[in-house]
């Protein structure tokens, strides 16, 4: 077999997967962050709203819930500087 003429399709060489933070949590299902953030994301998320998941979460108007000042929060440079 000549593999020079070989050329493979472009999705099969860039295998990209975007796992939400419930996959996340069922897969380590021992860790206390990765809950959190999944039942923050089930909570709040819409993707036809502006912003990631984080950035939405972050936005949370809900004080009351129990797991306000445990949220995740958006990983941003303006705030490390």
């Known amino acids: 077999m000549n593999f020079g ?7 099969e060489q860039i295998a990209v997967k975007t796992i939400t ?3 996340k949590a ?4 021992k860790s206390l962050r990765l809950a959190i953030n999944a ?3 089930d909570c709040i998320y819409d993707k036809s709203e502006q912003g990631t998941w984080r950035q939405q979460v972050e936005a949370c108007p809900s004080a009351n819930c129990p797991l306000y000042c445990h949220r995740p929060k958006s990983n941003s440079l303006s705030e490390a500087a």
């Open 5 to 11: 003429t070989v050329t493979p399709d472009l999705n």
């Open 39 to 41: 039942q923050c994301y």
């Open 26 to 29: 069922k897969l380590n299902p």
């Open 21 to 23: 933070p419930i996959q």
